[in-house]
């Protein structure tokens, strides 16, 4: 407190240490010197009084701390709160049905605008205002004065706000949180809004006036569901066609670029059942250091090299997919991230290029293995062949030479 001036943590001491009797008159346990100054101002001073509306019905001697005193507690002025008996009282109000009060206090269960943790009637109160605020953004227009929502179809549609606190048992707040990630994105922002009015619209023509914010309350989950269908309608005639022509284009690269780590090595492989078939009809089996000695070293030198060239071609052309599958997953991140409600819509054309990818990865081990096998064979025939000491035989021919 400042001078005469009363807050509203000052009332609040006193309202949750009060038990009331009647409407006025309540029972206050004084717990503290807060508690015992704050009633002294107000005997003392006329705003302070004016102001909180409170008076002290016992003499002004029995006021001690750890003392319980009868006092007349009233409304205070609306500019430091609202003190109201009951949930149904708080929610008599237009503004209270529209938005949170910054400071309230409830009498009936001892709840107020700073209940830690909130209680259950509290945040079924909440969850309703987030849906009422969620339905303000897609109305035409929202009167908090006259709680009302108006919306425009082929008539005009007027929804008022109006719910009482056994209403509040019926909201379910998961589905609200649905409905609020639902119309969240900055993206098609205005069209998710204008799903939700006609999904409000269609829902409550039928029923009465009065009965209509109720009825959405129920149906919370049923909104979310067409605001969520609506949307992925919307999306699929919109972003959809313009986002598939452009992944079709880019798809289409990546298709050749895949396909071309394998035709770089083509001619290489076409050559491979011909270099098989120069090593079955040429090793022979060379009786001492002669010609055919040197043709037998020869194929297999050659052999070997072929194969090492293209098991070093086969690895690049690995590296090369890898390089394309990190920019194809860079690409989806993007998509996924800018178009996250479509991103479905487009995993089946990532898919196939994955699909691919791994198919040219099984190719190229294959023709490593079949490589690797093939040069070891090669190897094994000539040391079968040969029984020639080829090294001795080399080293003789270059002594001589």
Sequence with gaps: MVNDAITWTDLLE??????????????????????????????????????ADIALQDDTAQLTVGSNVEVRVGSPH????????????????SFSRMREPSAFFIRSDK?????????????????????????????????????????FADARIEVPVKFTAKDLRSIDSAQVDLLEKALQGEVHAEQRLGILADAVVELVTSQSAAGRFHYLMQNVDELARRVNDGYRLFASSFSYSKIRSELEKTQSEYVARIHKTFSDIQGQLLVLPVASVVVATQLKAPTGCGPELLANVAVVCGACLFAALLIAS???QWMTLTAISREIKGQRTRLNAEFSEIKDLFADSFDALNRRICWHRFI???IIVLCVVAAGFTVRAYVVLTNVDAWSCLVRHAATS
């Design 78 to 93: 609306r500019s430091l709160g609202l003190l109201v008996k009951d949930w149904d009282a708080f929610l008599a109000s």
């Design 314 to 316: 086969c690895i690049n």
């Design 111 to 151: 709840t107020h605008n700073a209940t830690h943790p909130p209680t259950e009637a509290l945040l079924q109160y909440r969850s309703t205002l987030k849906l009422v605020k969620l339905l303000s953004e897609s109305a035409l227009f929202a009167d908090e004065q006259q709680a009302k929502l108006v919306y």
């Design 14 to 51: 006193i309202y949750q240490n009060s038990v009331w009797v009647d409407d006025q008159i309540a029972i206050l346990n004084v717990v503290n010197d807060d508690i015992k100054r704050t009633l002294e101002l107000v005997e003392t001073s006329d705003r302070a009084y004016h102001e």
């Design 364 to 366: 190229m081990t294959l």
